[in-house]
């Protein structure tokens, strides 16, 4: 049965999600959209405001009906989230993002090739000059890292930056003292998607290429995480059975035909053909996507990464091996498209994941 | 906002779950586990008593703490579900099933490769036998069939029985008088594990082999069916490029490998060597169901078809496919098992659907 601390959250997470989707609104529009009592929504706002996640906006002008009233919206900038994206092969980014998805600070860190320990120091020495780098007080830490990563931010195996069981989360919760969130990055940028991008439907595939390739599942409105956290992780899905070898040991995984540094390789190589790099690349991710997209019935595909994946080439390759191996009714309604967030699409979500876990939006 | 009648729904729905779930139990433990008032048990309990879902089950002793008390619990036997089976390549199966999705009438009816109107009008023959032989009070009637169902129980598709879209639900309501629901047979596999199987993973593919094959899909406890019914349609996944021509035209569907009446014909074959036509099309099967459980870290997969699919020949050409292709945390998990309720498992969902839609039990 519900305590009243679980009712507490939850009637937060209910006036931030609607201040969030909906806001500015009145207290009195808050009671009628939420149920909640105005005495409820009156204690909860005023708790808000001291916290600086809501703030005052100034009067409404009467209408034809209701009396003027104070406006409350989320306060954008009165607190805002560390975010590092670590999938990227060649460098770190790091940013400061307020409570409406804006990227306020944004800084990249080479790389240099870093796995394991050395890795994660360079984690560390961002998120410590972010913190000095920030102005207002901070509602938490989110981190994106492509691999496996546990609700408590464990990171299971992220091959490419070899980490293995790295409780990362309580590391950095403790040398900072601030709450972390980990998430994969895929599933970062569909959180972005969700939280503050455009969905159209309530079924969401985001394709993130990077060192690897991974999907994020947003299915029924809700990130799909799977049974062991490892939903999405296609890039070992063996899409040629006479392909070349994988770091994993099998032949012919996704990933040893799409990932960034592959195709930044094949595209620098002498007398590159680009169109037909992007067009083959397209064509494997699309083969491996087909049974996904065939078998869940998602038609929204979303495509993040670097700029070679958002070409018309890529998606055409893409859309077309999606839609002449699934039923004519999918390849109807089939949309593949670049995140409306941009190429800061995982950064934004692993704010987006702070802002779920901390304050209940989503 | 909800309305009273939406509350009576919910608190019916949450009562008949806990009892189906839990019980028999006492008024008072009712309310506890629900928290629901005592006087709200009460009331909806006597509903339900005089519309003969619940039952009285006489006095429970007293123990060391508590009063004696009435239990109640579901009346199994109250009401009957008719429940008809359109997805067996030979013959559709009618039964009438019980409360506890336990079947107490069944006849097979020859359909002798009837399609289109002739299919349909040997489906309303078949309800009116039935519900002729139903002794006690209906609740409703539910159909399994192959292809896209819609929630309203449309068939937008049903290849095998030349089926485009039939107002099934309406037409047979229409001419029976009663609650008529239609549902995907591989979702009412699924829906059958789901309601009366034990579970024991809050996601679950089921797949089903009949004249195709298709997959039902539970992810967090609920039935997935996608942006247009469609999901779990995997029968149309290209598994060899170079493959047999399919009905739906493409090469190489999944279908021209695996399906009842194939796999049927193959045994039959002279000099058919068995362990041989299960292993290529358990092998077949793998292949295509290891990105969609690899997409879906879901690990539990359950078989529903003829005997050749639970035979261990194919059951283990299936696992070792899917194993070989997925992340070895996936690989080490996979149980790939047959149905729980054995070969009446569509029959049983079909009669769990109705279950889900006239009482909320699920």
Redesign the interface.
């Known amino acids: ?2 305590t009243p601390e679980d009712a507490r959250r939850a009637n937060r997470s209910l006036l931030l999600g609607t201040l969030h989707r909906d806001g500015p609104l009145s207290r009195a529009d808050l009671a009628k959209r939420t ?1 909640l009592t105005r005495a409820t929504v009156s204690a909860v706002v005023r708790d808000l405001i001291d916290e600086s996640v809501v703030e005052e906006l100034g009067i409404r002008a009467a209408g034809g009906v209701g009396k003027p009233a104070t406006l409350v919206g989320i306060d954008a900038d009165g607190r805002h989230v560390l975010c590092i994206d670590v999938s990227e092969p060649a460098e770190f980014v790091g940013a400061v993002v307020n409570l409406d998805g804006k990227v306020v600070v944004r800084r990249t860190y080479d790389r240099k090739g870093r796995t394991g320990r050395a890795a994660v120091t360079l984690l560390k020495r961002i998120c410590r000059e972010l913190v000095h780098d920030a102005e207002g007080p901070l509602l938490g830490v989110g981190i994106a890292s492509p691999g ?1 990563v546990t609700t408590e931010g464990v990171i ?2 992220a091959a490419h930056l070899g980490w293995t069981d790295v409780p990362l989360a309580l590391e950095l919760s403790t040398e900072l003292d601030l709450p972390v969130h980990v998430v994969n990055d895929a599933n970062a940028a569909a959180l972005a998607e969700l939280t503050f991008g455009e969905p159209t ?3 969401l595939i985001c394709v993130r290429v990077d060192e690897g390739v991974g ?1 994020g ?1 947003v ?2 409105g ?1 990130l ?11 890039g ?3 899409v040629d059975d006479g392909g070349a070898v994988c770091a ?1 040991g ?1 032949r012919g995984c996704l990933e040893t035909e799409v990932s960034e540094p592959l195709l930044d390789r094949r595209l620098e190589e002498d007398g590159a053909d680009e169109a037909a790099v992007l067009r083959a690349a397209g064509t494997h991710l699309g083969t ?1 996507l ?3 997209v ?7 595909v979303v495509l993040s990464g670097p700029p070679t994946v958002s070409t018309e080439t890529f998606r055409t390759a893409t859309t077309e091996a999606i839609a ?4 004519p ?2 390849g109807a ?1 089939l949309v593949v498209r670049p995140s409306t967030l941009g190429f800061d699409d995982v950064i934004v979500g692993a704010a987006a994941r702070v802002l779920d876990q901390e304050l209940g939006i989503r």
């Open positions: 049965m519900a149920g496996i299971v195996t439907a309530p079924h999907v599942l299915l029924d809700r799909f995480t799977g049974s062991s956290h490892a939903a999405g992780e296609i070992h899905v063996v994993c099998k491996a087909a049974t996904v065939g078998a869940l019935d998602v038609t929204e002449s191996r699934t039923l009714v999918i309604r």
